[in-house]
């Protein structure tokens, strides 16, 4: 039974190409997020929704559009991709804490984008 | 800014050794320090630290937080070949910072 889930898990595409990745959980979690993971392996916060609200928006291209039809599932909408957009994007939630911060994340198992 | 420093970048190891891995951090509203580990997917969670001086332990790993010096370890003992990945450190200020892993390989 998978507890956070993302599709699809590999994506080739050309640069230029509009490109969405989905996400779900179904642990009745309030907070989703999106993570990119270089080559160098180094996992950066992207965003952050709570309740389908946008709570964390880092310096990430506006290309990238994030979109939470319900708190179940955050999406990840990417426009004219760019040969640095290739890495691995991990979704992830986490239960609601005292305080509204995130302690225990659980990730989904990533989708590796490659841009041709 | 928020900066989550890992060392060594990489070790590689022989089954049995011990391995102890290091995260520095300097952010501004500490709230836990969480380790993860990652094999060939997703990240998986392993502790998450909130006090100084009390040890987290679960099978062979255990950590430890030390908010004073502002670094935390994860010791790996008896190590297995199961153990090889990157482990990855991370603090939670209000959003989750992580460093850039430590990548331990166990050899047979």
């Known amino acids: 039974d998978t507890a956070v889930s993302q599709t699809p898990k590999y994506l080739v595409t050309q640069m230029g190409n509009d490109k969405s990745i989905k996400c779900e959980q179904n642990l009745g979690h309030d907070t989703m997020y999106w993570y990119k993971q270089d080559s160098k392996k180094f996992l950066k916060i992207m965003f952050s929704?709570?309740?389908?609200?946008?709570?964390i928006n880092e310096t990430v291209p506006n290309r990238f559009s994030p979109k939470s039809p319900d708190k179940a599932h955050l999406n990840l909408h990417i426009n004219s991709l760019e040969l640095g957009d290739s890495a691995v994007y991990f979704c992830?939630?986490?239960?609601?804490?005292?305080?509204?911060?995130?302690?225990?994340?659980?990730f989904g198992p990533g989708t590796r984008l490659t841009v041709l | 800014e928020d900066k989550v420093v890992q060392s060594p970048l990489s070790l590689v190891v022989h089954e049995g050794d011990t391995v102890t891995l290091n995260c520095s951090y300097e952010?501004?509203?500490?709230?836990?320090l969480l380790w993860y580990k990652q094999e060939k997917k997703a990240p998986t969670f392993l502790f998450m630290l909130t006090s100084s001086g009390i040890e987290k332990k679960s099978g062979r790993l255990s950590s430890i937080l030390d908010k004073k010096e502002l670094f935390s370890i994860l010791n790996i003992t008896a190590t297995q070949t199961g153990d090889s990945a990157i482990y990855l450190c991370?603090?939670?200020?209000?959003?989750?910072?992580f460093g850039a892993g430590t990548t331990v390989t166990v050899r047979a």
């Open positions: 929704y709570n309740n389908k609200e946008l709570i």
């Open positions: 992830a939630s986490s239960p609601p804490t005292r305080g509204g911060s995130p302690d225990t994340q659980y």
């Open positions: 952010v501004t509203n500490f709230r836990s």
């Open positions: 991370a603090v939670n200020d209000y959003k989750l910072s």
